[in-house]
């Protein structure tokens, strides 16, 4: 017997049909939500192993609500798109805490600012804002372009000299690069941190990611934890070295009131930006008394580093296959992005990346519907309430199904296809280009959004500027879903020369 039925009437045997027709009707009286643990969202094991994604028929079927298991944890499944909005922009009532399965609750503790809300959130979350400071950006957008070029260039060094290479893992090593770069102000390359350091960085990161789906005592989950403290201590480390180091720009950005409040000739970086926003001193070692916010500090560097790590590798994976694949794409992206360098001095600017260039700016939201790099997100009923009519009781968890309801043909015409222009002057579904990132009016929407979309751009506007670039033409145009959304046989480039200057 499930807890969830419409204005608390139940009828037997009804699906999605006749919850359309009855609503059509205008008849309050609405089926049970049905219960699908088997087979459960995740998927049957054949599922798992095929690494395809149930939701994406259980969604269609079943929409608008209906009961599942994911990691053996049982959710309600959110599977129509405005019921999904009705959730995420009601963040007082559907909260974060205790509502992701164990797992990933266990990997990012109890005090993330994935996991909690209120007042403690809100807090957190400006200590992290700085980062993502619009006065920051057009240096962004540079070390965006910069990454890009060595990533290139060494994809197109391999190529020649027949050494192999794998592509996720490269650009995983770029977004990483840029997310050390924004936030201690080295590069990969320098001097300061050794290519071996890079790579023992970026395996953490990978164990951390994969330990979030795993089941309890499997060796990944083991894995995945050990990951995170050590990455944590050096968090802590480099917050440590930060106090002492820049306590002079710290002093100062307290002084001025922060990056906003008028600051931008300091020379800082992200981590000197988020220490001023802090309650942590400068210049001393830090006592018993700060060591709590030492750790929330290690904390939301621990996010902010994985947060933009596979998201956006895995979005500049699927954009590139998509490019990669159709010649028509590439020459429009290119000559929209002539035009704009022409008219600004051949310089990429930030307003340009993100204002001006409508079909790049549609083709990567049209990526992230069709492969949301965070297919399902979780909330939890914090006090008896209800999504479109149906009641859902206090303490409720509830999955919501990004992929799917993303995909809905009654939202979005000829949805099972990526159409590159669809998000160009359509006021129809411009409020869902905000869905893959937590939904515009949620309190826990991404803090990362414009950043991704600054670098996704800034990469894909580099490589198609300076390089030729063609993908192999019998490479597989197939999605696998498990662990992660990515194109199943990878992507594997024939070509990739830095074209004459
Ligand atoms: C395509 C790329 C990205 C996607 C699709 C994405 C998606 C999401 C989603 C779905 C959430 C959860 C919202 C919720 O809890 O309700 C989130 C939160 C967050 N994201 Fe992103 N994200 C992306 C890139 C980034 C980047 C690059 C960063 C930073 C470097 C970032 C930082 C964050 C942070 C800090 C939060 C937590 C906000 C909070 O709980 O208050 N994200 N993101």
Request: charge should be neutral; proline fraction near 4%; include cysteine.
């Amino acid at each position: 017997m499930v807890s969830m039925t419409r204005n608390d009437q139940s009828t037997q045997g009804n699906n999605s049909r006749t919850q359309e027709e009855n609503s059509r009707s205008g008849s309050p009286a609405v089926a049970e939500v049905p219960d699908c643990s088997y087979p459960r969202f995740l998927g049957t094991l054949r599922d798992v192993v095929s690494r395809s994604y149930r939701g994406l028929s259980l969604t269609p079927k079943y929409k608008p609500l209906y009961m599942s298991r994911f990691l053996e944890e049982k959710f309600l499944v959110v599977a129509d798109l405005e019921a999904v909005h009705e959730v995420l922009d009601n963040s007082s009532v559907f909260v974060n805490k205790d509502a992701a399965p164990s797992s990933m609750r266990e990997l990012f503790g109890e005090e993330s600012l994935f996991t909690m809300d209120g007042e403690e959130h809100a807090r957190q979350r400006s200590i992290m804002r700085p980062a993502f400071s619009a006065v920051l950006r057009q240096s962004y957008i540079s070390t965006a372009q910069d990454s890009s070029r060595r990533m290139l260039d060494y994809i197109s060094e391999c190529m020649r000299s027949g050494r192999k290479f794998d592509t996720h893992r490269v650009f995983e090593q770029h977004f990483i690069s840029i997310i050390i770069q924004m936030t201690t102000g080295r590069f990969l390359r320098d001097s300061s941190l050794s290519e071996s350091e890079f790579n023992h960085l970026a395996s953490l990161y990978t164990d951390f990611n994969k330990g979030l789906i795993a089941l309890p005592f499997f060796p990944n989950r083991l894995r995945a934890i050990k990951a995170r403290e050590e990455l944590m201590m050096e968090y802590e480390k480099k917050i440590e070295e930060t106090l002492v180091r820049s306590k002079e720009e710290i002093d100062l950005l307290r002084d001025t009131k922060g990056i906003e409040g008028g600051s931008s000739d300091i020379k800082f970086d992200v981590l000197t930006a988020m220490c001023a926003a802090s309650s942590l001193s400068t210049g001393s070692r830090i006592d018993a008394k700060s060591h709590r916010e030492l750790r929330t500090m290690s904390q939301l560097l621990l996010l902010l580093w994985f947060a933009g790590f596979t998201t956006q590798t895995n979005t500049l994976m699927n954009c590139v296959l998509e490019i990669g694949l159709n010649d028509k794409l590439r020459k429009s992206l290119v000559e929209e992005q002539q035009v704009v360098m022409t008219k600004n001095g051949n310089e990429l600017k930030v307003s340009e990346v993100l204002r001006e260039m409508p079909l790049m700016t549609s083709f990567v939201h049209e990526v992230l519907r069709m492969y949301p790099p965070v297919p399902t997100w979780f909330k939890r009923a914090s006090q008896d309430t209800d999504i479109l009519g149906f009641t859902v009781k206090k303490g409720q968890r509830v999955m919501l199904d990004l992929a799917g309801t993303m995909r809905d043909e009654a939202y979005f015409e000829d949805g099972q296809k990526l159409i590159p222009e669809r998000f160009m002057n359509n006021p129809r579904i411009e409020k869902y280009k905000t869905t893959p990132f937590g939904g515009a009016g949620n309190a826990h929407y991404c803090l990362g959004s414009q950043l991704a979309l600054l670098n996704l751009k800034a990469t894909m506007c580099t490589m198609l500027r300076e390089y030729d670039l063609e993908l192999d033409q019998n490479q597989s145009k197939k999605h696998f879903w498990i662990p992660e959304v990515l194109p199943a046989s990878g992507v594997r480039f024939s070509r990739m020369e830095r074209r004459a200057a």
